[in-house]
């Protein structure tokens, strides 16, 4: 069974500066996506990223980028510019995928990150 | 207009009582989830469906079952609600083939529901 970690239950950070979130994982898996969703006071879960594990570039989406190695089973999410609007409930997921296969998503514990003004 | 829908958003209920929360999208999605988030637990799945006619168990399905009652619309019960199942629910979608949205699940709103 695949787990997900995050180590960091809070975080807080001033605007405009730059965060990042940690993220580990575990799985005998070879084949697998790692994702990072956003959940603001609003309750909706947002994709944020999406990683491939075959690709060895790590994946960006305007300030959101995220540092990949899949040696150390790592998946951290980098915020540039961080801005009010970041504040929420990160939650990173494994998903590995198959054939034809069951793919299902695993969730970490999330982070809870404040972008104080 | 949303692509994953959810109804009810809010709900109230007392033990005992039957529940169902629906779960509609216009994503052309063939594939749904439920989730069930709790404070400090992240999400965990319930129940999820690759097409009408597949349904499966997730981690936590005990006192729960769905209903896959069309490409489109997936809806989740509590037979018999119990003060323990109080959390947000998630309904989720996502497709499986070609393209970069592949295997990306799509969330709903959500559905807090309370049992007292």
């Known amino acids: 069974a695949q787990t997900v970690t995050q180590s960091q239950p809070e975080m807080s950070v001033q605007e405009a500066e730059t965060v990042t979130l940690s993220c580990t994982y575990d799985t005998s898996e070879n084949n697998y996506y790692l994702f990072w969703y956003k959940q603001p006071p609003s309750r909706q879960m947002i994709l944020v990223i999406r990683?491939?594990?075959?690709?060895?570039q790590n994946a960006t989406e305007n300030r959101f980028s995220v540092n990949f190695q899949k040696a150390a089973k790592s998946f951290s999410l980098k915020i540039s510019d961080s801005q009010l609007g970041d504040t929420a409930m990160y939650f990173c997921a494994f998903m590995s995928y198959h054939w034809g296969g069951n793919e299902k998503l695993t969730f970490g514990t999330g982070t809870r990150l404040t972008i104080i003004p | 207009d949303a692509d994953v829908t959810q109804t009810p958003r809010n709900r109230i209920t007392k033990t005992g009582k039957r529940i169902m929360l629906e779960c509609s999208q216009t994503k052309g999605h063939d594939r749904m989830y439920w989730y069930r988030q709790d404070p400090g637990l992240g999400l965990r799945l319930i129940y999820y469906s690759f097409d009408v006619k597949d349904i499966n168990k997730g981690e936590i399905s005990d006192g729960y079952s769905v209903s896959r009652q069309a490409q489109a619309k997936f809806s989740l019960s509590l037979e018999s609600a119990i003060p323990n199942q109080t959390a947000l629910y998630f309904c989720?979608?996502?497709?499986w083939g070609q393209g970069l949205s592949t295997d990306t699940q799509y969330f709903g709103p959500g559905t807090r529901l309370t049992v007292l």
């Open positions: 989720a979608t996502s497709t």
């Open positions: 990683q491939e594990a075959y690709k060895q």
